[in-house]
């Protein structure tokens, strides 16, 4: 079957764009919505969710209070976000989130962050624009909750230009009552402004990496997310902070949440995450590149990183990865079969854009012959392997060995044939969890 196109949106009834310079991907997830004709009736709705993206306009200097108890869909000031921010003017179209019915292209609904004459483009007709509390352009990818196929999502994560994650709630049916509330500051929580460096209202750096999703041992979702443009990741900066960030989203009562830190790993002098994250057996991989301050033509340093995504670093109170007996260590750097790092740092000539994990074909090993005397026949066994699970990570053809940190001696087995030369880490298989559906008395 040929793809077939289906609709298109980027400006409102009046002309004025609905997106800004750039834009990330939509998520797409199943919502319930009550039915136009049937308000008692909730309908399920597949949608996409669009963020409003990157803006067309220069990163401002100067600072404004937050939205944050503006009315509407907007939630109350909290005190774990900052109450300062970039001032992004009036008018700002990437300052939104907008909710599309996937088949037809209707708009449900669109979240600005001023609704208000002549701020951000609302004109869509029916009550269609809400007021949210929404700061700063809506940069990142959105990742609904549940994400699992065929199940209705009551919440969606966005993050924003200046390091905040939103929550979105869907949980009622009814869209004029949708809210928008901000999950996580982390520039707010744990941003140390050291000589030199900006205020934390001018720290923020966006996240543009895709967030993902998961659950604790009682399900509530767990968001991890990182912070750090993608683009110009080799220039240093000695003033910039970014972090990867892993919390809890816990159910609060009265139809709240409240965000608990799990654990985050902050990056200084311009290092970032380069390309996506991967979560396996409860550990969170992810790549870095460390600019070089040299100022002449020398290369910076990739990482490869592996930390646990649930450990509680509250106790004690320390970033991961800061001692050899750190519990959120989650790489085992000389594969020895002991967790005892949180990164490789690579040979100074590579760049690595996100890692993969992946698992082996699983094959016949090993066939053994025996005789049933029962049966009266000869027979065969197999032994057959599980499959082999392995971190992939691409870091270019001219690769070498003989990283800093002694990281080339855990990733090994670089593939000379290829063009683009790859390291493999093998990994330990996935904790299995056992259920019990239902039981039952048997007497004979």
Not at 136 to 162: K, L, Q
Not at 190 to 200: A, D, E, I, R
Not at 205 to 222: K, R, Y
Not at 283 to 288: D, E, N, P
Request: charged content about 10%; hydrophobic content about 35%; aromatic content about 8%.
């Amino acid at each position: 079957m040929a793809p077939q196109f289906l609709w298109q949106l980027r400006t409102d009834n009046a002309g004025n764009d609905l997106f800004g310079g750039s834009v990330p991907s939509a998520a797409i997830a199943t919502i319930g919505v009550q039915d136009a004709l049937s308000p008692t009736q909730t309908d399920q709705v597949a949608v996409a969710i669009l963020a409003g993206g990157a803006s067309r306009s220069p990163t401002p200097t100067s600072i404004a209070p937050r939205r944050c108890g503006c009315g509407g869909a907007c939630a109350p000031c909290i005190a774990t976000a900052r109450s300062n921010i970039r001032d992004w003017g009036a008018s700002e179209a990437a300052r939104s989130v907008t909710i599309v019915e996937l088949a037809t292209g209707r708009i449900i609904r669109r979240f600005v962050g001023n609704l208000g004459a002549g701020g951000d483009p609302p004109l869509l007709g029916g009550g269609l624009g809400m007021q949210a509390a929404f700061d700063s352009p809506m940069t990142g990818t959105p990742i609904a909750f549940p994400n699992t196929p065929g199940v209705a999502a009551s919440r969606a994560y966005v993050g924003d230009a200046d390091g905040t994650m939103w929550r979105l709630d869907f949980s009622d049916p009814n869209p004029s009552n949708w809210k928008a509330s901000i999950a996580y500051d982390i520039y707010q929580t744990k941003y140390v402004q050291g000589p030199g460096m900006p205020v934390p209202a001018l720290a923020g750096q966006p996240i543009e990496v895709a967030p993902i999703l998961s659950t604790d041992n009682v399900e509530n979702p767990v968001v991890m997310f990182a912070t750090g443009e993608q683009r110009g990741f080799a220039n240093p900066d000695p003033n910039m902070a970014n972090f990867v960030v892993s919390f809890t989203d816990s159910p609060a009562g009265s139809g709240q949440f409240t965000a608990n830190l799990d654990v985050y790993v902050p990056m200084a002098n311009g290092e970032r995450t380069t390309g996506p994250l991967s979560l396996f057996n409860e550990t969170l991989y992810f790549a870095s590149y460390v600019p070089s301050t040299s100022t002449g033509c020398g290369t910076g340093t990739p990482c490869v990183w592996g930390v646990n995504y649930l450990v509680d670093t509250s106790n004690p109170l320390v970033p991961a990865g800061t001692g050899p007996s750190d519990p959120a260590n989650g790489l085992d750097s000389n594969q020895d079969g002991t967790i005892d790092s949180r990164f490789a740092a690579l040979a100074s000539d590579a760049v690595v854009f996100g890692v993969g994990i992946n698992r082996l074909p699983s094959c016949v090993a090993t066939t053994t012959p025996f005789n049933d005397g029962w049966l009266a026949g000869s027979y065969n066994t197999a032994t057959v392997p599980s499959g082999q699970y392995q971190l992939v990570v691409e870091t270019g053809r001219n690769t070498s060995a003989g990283g800093p940190l002694g990281g080339e001696a855990l990733l090994t087995g670089t593939q000379q044939g290829a063009a683009t030369n790859s390291l493999h880490v093998n990994l330990g298989a996935p904790k299995q969890t056992v259920r019990i559906d239902s039981w039952t008395t048997v007497t004979e």
